[in-house]
């Protein structure tokens, strides 16, 4: 099974809609959470990071962490053309005072947001 | 402007040539990175330096080579590569290893091997 698991769509939506990306995940060991966008031809933005369970939101974003599924989201509320892009899901676990460090992206979902 | 520079943006390369990627950050950040992307694959974590000490070996091949000279250069030296080394390679920053530091990413250098 992979660590992180990413559905990578392509997911398309009207302007307006509410707009669900998800991402399941094995290791347990995971700590932190986190929803990056990469616009084309542009390296990956933070978006929103989380590190325990429960929801968090910022504007239109929200993301949610359900560590007892193994299971993060991210939802898009009132969806722009402008938030067309691919939203990768993160997760990290830094140990042994930050000698260990692993990071582990999903594939991304490409969302288009139709105007 | 991320803070964080790559070049080349663009590179074509034989298998038999040596060329290096360039990383450089302005933000006084004491992590970098180097990732991999490949197409319809998860990002991929190469390399880690922290106060430019590696701190993480991911089973990178030993034709990618990392070199860390100082906090705000990061340089991937490439030699003997092959047609599946194609992807983009992305350098990224962070103030520290702490999972709540934000990672800054740079543009990315579009790595072609022939």
């Known amino acids: 099974q992979k660590e992180v698991e990413q559905d990578p769509g392509p997911l398309s939506v009207p302007e307006g809609a509410i707009v669900s990306l998800n991402c399941t995940y094995s290791n347990s060991a995971f700590q932190y959470f986190m929803w990056y966008r990469q616009y084309s031809r542009k390296g990956p933005e933070l978006l929103m990071y989380t590190y325990s369970s429960g929801n968090k939101e910022d504007g239109r974003f929200t993301a949610q962490v359900d560590k007892s599924s193994k299971y993060i989201s991210l939802f898009i509320r009132d969806s722009q053309p402008s938030d067309s892009a691919t939203y990768l899901c993160?997760?990290?676990?830094?140990?042994?005072?930050?000698?260990?460090?692993?990071?582990?992206f999903g594939k991304g979902t490409l969302l288009t947001v139709n105007p | 402007e991320t803070g964080v520079t790559q070049t080349p943006r663009h590179l074509v390369m034989g298998m038999t040539n040596k060329k290096s990627l360039k990383c450089e950050q302005h933000?006084?950040?004491?992590?970098m990175y180097w990732y991999k992307q490949s197409a319809k694959k998860p990002l991929e974590l190469m390399f880690v330096y922290s106060l430019e000490e590696r701190v993480e070996n991911n089973s990178v091949p030993s034709r990618f080579s990392p070199e860390c000279p100082n906090s705000s250069h990061l340089f991937l030296h490439l030699h003997t590569l092959q047609p599946e080394d194609s992807a983009l390679y992305l350098c990224?920053?962070?103030?520290?290893?702490?999972?709540?530091?934000?990672?800054?990413f740079g543009p990315g250098t579009r790595l072609t091997v022939l």
């Open positions: 990224a920053s962070s103030k520290s290893l702490a999972g709540t530091d934000t990672q800054y």
């Open positions: 933000l006084g950040h004491n992590a």
């Open positions: 993160a997760m990290a676990t830094i140990y042994s005072g930050g000698s260990n460090y692993k990071l582990t």
